[in-house]
């Protein structure tokens, strides 16, 4: 095998501890990539592929690269792609290095943890996860329910930090729930987890496959090893303080996960400052279904921003507010007091609009301090990042005098909690120069008076400088060559430059140095003193310079208690400024939130629907739901007709005051829910082999295992992913086992086709019927919008296949059909029998109704026993031994004929 350069070697031995990871390796002005890396990376990038000779031998070998000044956009492009990135710089000065200049990986780069801004999205946090999943060790593994899973969830960019745990037998739907909330980039698991996990895991990392998977090793895994992690990260001795000393699985995650961070860093993480607990009693729970079907950060049609409840509410100035603001929506307040807190400070800046505009003018100004405080910290901020957290920190005392005067409690304690960071922002102030280059090795970054010996240098190099002009005015008058010019390039410094036709006047003290075509490059004693001075000189300010940036920036980053603390105060406060301004802007009312169990809206509207220009006005409607006489809200009517778009809206009042914003309606009180659940349209799984009907069922178990009487139901449809008749049975037991207070009795909204199930008002207290008004009009259908007490008696399902367009041919003929079907009635027993007022017939051949009716025949009534057939009945009553054998041959032929 033929034997590899030097360089070479360093770079398998440097690449051989990266093995998944493509390696950027710095040479000079680029980082090169060579074999396989080489390959990948340039269709990833699409970039040249080329080679170069890399062993002694001359072989060749592919090579790519990129230049280390454009870095971050290449670095971005491999990170969208999912890559992870290693990058490897010189750490020695290459004039003092004997041999091969030493290098060494300064960090990694993965979906997780890029600090990147290109990358990031602004008002999103971009977390990484870990995951363990074990059984306590005195249990049997083989005890499912024994089994508990940790997670710990991390951003990296803001040092948000959590932990948590999940048992029994919805632990895996309640970990695809917090998954799917925060959305991580990457999720980290132990080496072994990865051959050994379980059916239901594999299923889990399928429904979320949006994030990197990443293996890690065992051993930090492990609880005692996690547990010195964190122990000597936050420099306690218990992690008592936390409240996680009872959370062993959660612990072993966060621990392995903040290990990881640590090792592709290379440097401590002083902004990660506490770890959280992911408590559900603290917070109204909201699972994905229910995210997704309410469309609260996304639209289920192109998963766009726009067109969601977030993108309505996000009116935030800053991008710490734009998180913070989805940071509510996760976890919505389920405490009165705390929810009151919210929305007397969103009042007060609603009714108060010039404080509201002037503070958010001062909010425009604010750079991303969390962000920018924590790329100090990682020694990855450049000047530009210092001066721009200065011109933030500098509007915070403006900002100050503006909510003095404030009479909200919140905005009160809000202010006072804003630490002005006048000594920082005056450090960089005077230290750092206003528009410094991106660079930090190019010098220009260091304001003039920070530091003496700078001062110093600058002057040698400036004065230099004019000293070299004025000799080569002097030697011009001297030599009497007027074309004498003094010049510099790095290879031979300073020198004069004489051309041939003046040759004869050279001086005798004047010292070749370059031979050229057309002229002679020349250097005296006194040029090259000065020479060795001035460009001395300037080595000497840039090294100084960056030394000196580095001191400051650390200075700053010690600091980042304060920043971070005083970061979330104004990202609080612009959310509280946001959801004025969007409730100013949209009429929103306050709502009345208490711990009652009963939603009272009076002219209640669709948040993101009202304003969508669809022709027609939006028309609101009330709603009243208790645990009591209105429990269970039975919705008929139309399709097309707006049953959807109104029970979504209850869901999204609810929750928007849960949060603490004003909410779309004429007057709004609002008993609080523990949990919004959600069973809303049709969709498939089939990368886990799940038909529709499927993931119907599988989201209205969720919702029975887990709603309780304080929950809020939002149902739409149950059962119509499957035949008519099985879909009624479903949806009629789930509405009674809904209703039943041992079971669950929560608050639920229940939309249907069924109409058959609005028997249930007259069988179950606290169920009412309502229905979407229409009117009929010249053979047209008029949608009213209106919500109205009673059940609706049709669906006029054939009149929306007309408006969709469907051929003629084809509505004529469901017309007909229709007819036919009709002539089934239901009977008050809730038996089906054919109806004895029908007129209409077809042929024979055509008549769907007698094979409906001969299923029907053979089925259980939903609605109770049915009644005894006649025939029965006489033959219950027939004393056998008293009849003749005449009787009982005409008897057989009469219920022959009876039952036909």
């Not at 009591?628 to 049953?643: H, S, Y």
Request: net charge negative; aromatic share 6%.
């Amino acid at each position: 095998m033929p034997e590899p350069t030097p360089m070479i070697k360093q770079y398998l031995r440097i690449k051989a501890e990266y093995p998944d990871t493509l390696l950027f390796f710095r040479m000079g002005d680029f980082y090169e990539m060579f074999y396989q890396d080489a390959e990948i990376a340039s269709k990833a990038l699409q970039i040249t592929l080329t080679s170069r000779k890399t062993t002694k031998q001359g072989e060749d070998v592919p090579l790519c690269g990129v230049p280390y000044h454009a870095v971050d956009t290449y670095l971005a492009r491999l990170i969208k792609q999912g890559f992870r990135v290693a990058i490897c710089e010189q750490v020695e000065d290459p004039k003092h290095a004997t041999g091969i200049v030493k290098r060494e990986v300064v960090r990694v780069v993965t979906p997780g943890t890029v600090l990147d801004t290109s990358v990031l999205e602004a008002k999103e946090n971009n977390f990484i996860a870990a995951i363990i999943s074990s059984a306590p060790d005195h249990q049997k593994k083989s005890d499912a329910r024994a089994q508990i899973i940790g997670l710990a969830v991390l951003d990296l960019s803001t040092g948000e930090f959590s932990l948590g745990e999940f048992s029994g037998a919805q632990r895996f739907q309640k970990l695809l729930d917090e998954l799917q909330r925060f959305e991580p980039k990457e999720i980290l698991i132990p080496e072994s987890h990865e051959q050994a996990a379980t059916l239901a895991e594999r299923r889990v990392m399928e429904a979320y496959n949006t994030a990197c998977l990443t293996t890690f090793s065992d051993m930090a895994f492990q609880y005692r090893t996690a547990k010195k992690v964190l122990l000597d990260h936050f420099q306690v001795y218990s992690l008592a303080g936390f409240g996680c000393q009872d959370t062993p699985h959660g612990v072993s995650a966060a621990g392995a996960l903040l290990q990881y961070i640590q090792t592709t860093q290379k440097t401590a993480l002083p902004h990660i400052r506490k770890l959280s607990i992911l408590r559900s009693e603290n917070f109204m729970l909201i699972d994905y279904a229910t995210q997704r079907n309410l469309e609260l950060y996304k639209t289920i049609a192109d998963h766009a921003r726009s067109g969601s409840l977030l993108g309505l509410l996000d009116k935030t100035m800053t991008s710490m507010g734009g998180r913070m603001l989805q940071k509510w929506m996760r976890y919505p307040l389920v405490n009165v007091l705390e929810i009151h807190e919210r929305l007397e400070a969103v009042e007060e800046l609603k009714d108060d609009i010039i404080l509201r505009g002037d503070l958010r003018e001062q909010l425009r100004g604010i750079h991303d301090l969390e962000r920018l405080i924590t790329r100090l910290t990682l020694s990855a901020a450049n000047a530009r990042d210092l001066v721009a957290l200065k011109l933030s920190l500098f509007r915070i005392p403006e900002l100050r005098t503006l909510l003095k005067s404030a009479r909200s409690p919140l905005i009160t304690r809000l202010v006072q909690a804003c630490d002005e960071l006048q000594d920082v922002a005056q450090l960089i102030s005077h230290a750092i120069e206003d528009e410094p280059p991106v660079t930090l090795r190019d010098g220009k970054l260091i304001r003039a008076g920070y530091n003496e010996e700078l001062d110093e240098l600058r002057t040698i190099s400036r004065e230099g400088k004019t000293w070299i002009a004025s000799l080569e005015r002097k030697e011009r008058q001297r030599t009497k060559i007027n074309s004498l010019k003094i010049k510099y390039n790095k290879v031979f410094g300073y020198f004069l430059e004489i051309t041939r036709p003046n040759l004869h006047l050279v001086p005798d003290d004047y010292i070749i140095k370059q031979t050229l075509v057309n002229a002679v490059r020349y250097i005296t004693p006194e040029l090259k003193e000065y020479e060795e001075k001035v460009l001395g000189a300037e080595d000497k300010i840039l090294e100084l310079e960056y030394a000196l940036f580095q001191e400051i920036r650390q200075a700053v980053a010690q600091e980042v208690d304060r920043v971070m603390r005083t970061a979330e105060n104004i990202a609080i406060l612009d959310v509280l400024a946001a959801l004025a301004e969007v409730a100013d802007h949209n009429r929103y009312v306050k709502p009345e939130v208490n711990a009652n169990d009963c939603i009272e809206i009076t002219e209640g509207r669709h948040p993101v629907i009202e304003q969508m220009k669809l022709g027609e006005p939006f028309i609101p409607n009330d709603t009243l739901l208790d645990c009591q006489e209105n429990q269970f809200l039975i919705i008929t009517g139309p399709n097309m007709a707006g049953k959807s778009t109104y029970i979504r809206q209850v869901a999204l009042i609810t929750l928007m005051a849960q949060l603490g914003s004003f909410v779309p309606a004429k007057k709004a009180m609002i008993g609080v829910v523990d949990r919004i659940f959600t069973r809303i349209g049709a969709s498939d799984n089939l990368s886990r082999g799940e038909s529709t009907f499927m993931v119907e069922m599988n989201e209205t178990a969720n919702i029975l295992n887990n709603a309780t009487r304080k929950s809020l139901l939002i149902l739409d449809e149950i059962g119509r992913g499957t035949s008519t008749f099985d879909g009624m049975s479903i949806a009629w037991a789930v509405a009674e086992y809904i209703c039943q207070q041992e079971t669950i009795g929560a608050r639920t909204l229940f939309a249907t086709h069924y109409h058959e199930l609005t028997e249930l008002a007259s069988m179950l207290s606290g169920v009412k019927n309502y229905n979407v008004a229409v009117r009929e009009w010249q053979d047209q259908v008029i949608f009213l919008r209106k919500i109205v007490e009673g059940g609706a008696d049709q669906s006029y399902g054939i009149h929306v296949a007309k408006l969709a367009g469907l051929p003629l041919a084809v509505i004529q003929r469901a017309q007909e059909i229709l007819q036919e079907l009709e002539q089934t009635k239901l009977h008050e027993h809730g038996a089906f029998t054919p109806r004895t007022d029908a007129k209409f017939d077809l042929p024979p051949s055509k008549k769907p109704a007698r094979r409906i009716r001969s299923r029907l025949s053979s089925q259980l009534s939903l609605f109770g026993e049915p009644p005894i057939h006649p025939v029965i009945e006489i033959l219950q009553a027939l004393d056998v031994n008293a009849l003749t054998p005449l009787e009982a041959l005409n008897l057989l032929h009469k219920f022959q004929q009876d039952v036909r």
